[in-house]
C-alpha cells in the first residue's frame, strides 16, 4: 500500500480535520490500521475483553505510536499472515524498539506464559507440563527428543469436563485462570 495522503475533511460543526487517509479503503480497513486500532484498545479501554491482559497489566502505548502515521513510519505495512507481537519482551510495552509483525508461530514462541526449553543447543516446542508429564514416564532422551504431536481439534462433547475442585495437576501446571472452566 502506498503511503497515507493527509486528507482533510469539513466537520458538521464547521472545524477542518486532517486524517491520515487510511482509516478505510473500500469500506474496510487496512491490515496495518487495524493492528493500530486493536493495540489501543487493548491497551486503553477499559471496557475491552482484552484489556485486563494488556492495559489492565500495565502494558503501555509509546506517545509517539498516538499517532497512525508515526506508528505506519516505525513499523511499515504490515506483512500477510502477521501480527503485531512485543518482541523481545512480551510484558514490555508497544514501542519500536519492542514491537515487530510475527508469523503465529513466532508468537507462540514469544508468550509470557511460555518457557523455553534448550536442549543440546536446541529449543524445543514443548510445554513444561507434557515435559514433566513425559518424564515421568520415559527416560530423559526420549522425553527430551521425541516430536511434539500437534493436537487435533476435539468436539466438545468428547471431551470429559470436571469440577475444579476435582481435578488435579502436575505441580506448576496449574491453569491461570480457574474462573474459565465450566461444567456442562
Given at each position: 500500500?502506498?503511503?497515507?495522503?493527509?486528507?482533510?475533511k469539513?466537520?458538521?460543526?464547521g472545524?477542518?480535520s486532517?486524517?491520515?487517509?487510511?482509516?478505510?479503503?473500500?469500506?474496510?480497513?487496512?491490515?496495518?490500521?487495524?493492528?493500530?486500532?486493536?493495540?489501543?484498545?487493548?491497551?486503553?479501554?477499559?471496557?475491552?475483553?482484552?484489556?485486563?491482559?494488556?492495559?489492565?497489566?500495565?502494558?503501555?502505548?509509546?506517545?509517539?505510536?498516538?499517532?497512525?502515521?508515526?506508528f505506519?513510519?516505525?513499523?511499515?505495512?504490515?506483512?500477510?499472515?502477521?501480527?503485531l507481537?512485543?518482541?523481545?519482551?512480551?510484558?514490555?510495552?508497544?514501542?519500536?524498539?519492542?514491537?515487530?509483525?510475527?508469523?503465529?508461530?513466532?508468537?507462540?514462541?514469544?508468550?509470557?506464559?511460555?518457557?523455553?526449553?534448550?536442549?543440546?543447543?536446541?529449543?524445543?516446542?514443548?510445554?513444561?507440563?507434557?515435559?514433566?508429564?513425559?518424564?515421568?514416564?520415559?527416560s530423559?532422551?526420549?522425553a527430551?527428543?521425541?516430536?511434539?504431536?500437534?493436537?487435533?481439534?476435539?468436539s466438545?462433547?468428547?471431551?470429559?469436563?470436571?469440577?475444579?475442585?476435582?481435578?488435579a495437576y502436575?505441580?506448576g501446571?496449574?491453569?491461570?485462570?480457574?474462573?474459565?472452566?465450566?461444567s456442562?
Amino acid at each position: 500500500m502506498a503511503k497515507p495522503h493527509p486528507i482533510k475533511k469539513r466537520n458538521v460543526n464547521g472545524t477542518i480535520s486532517v486524517t491520515h487517509g487510511c482509516s478505510s479503503l473500500n469500506g474496510k480497513k487496512p491490515p496495518t490500521y487495524r493492528s493500530w486500532s486493536s493495540m489501543r484498545s487493548r491497551c486503553l479501554d477499559p471496557k475491552h475483553k482484552a484489556y485486563k491482559n494488556y492495559g489492565g497489566r500495565g502494558i503501555l502505548i509509546c506517545a509517539r505510536w498516538e499517532s497512525f502515521e508515526n506508528f505506519l513510519a516505525d513499523m511499515g505495512e504490515r506483512p500477510q499472515g502477521t501480527t503485531l507481537d512485543r518482541f523481545p519482551n512480551p510484558n514490555g510495552n508497544y514501542e519500536p524498539v519492542n514491537c515487530r509483525w510475527a508469523t503465529k508461530a513466532q508468537q507462540c514462541r514469544n508468550s509470557r506464559r511460555n518457557r523455553n526449553i534448550i536442549w543440546r543447543g536446541e529449543e524445543l516446542g514443548i510445554e513444561p507440563c507434557a515435559l514433566l508429564h513425559r518424564l515421568r514416564n520415559w527416560s530423559l532422551e526420549k522425553a527430551m527428543t521425541t516430536p511434539v504431536k500437534k493436537r487435533t481439534k476435539a468436539s466438545p462433547k468428547s471431551l470429559p469436563v470436571a469440577s475444579p475442585s476435582s481435578q488435579a495437576y502436575l505441580p506448576g501446571c496449574e491453569p491461570d485462570h480457574m474462573s474459565n472452566l465450566h461444567s456442562p
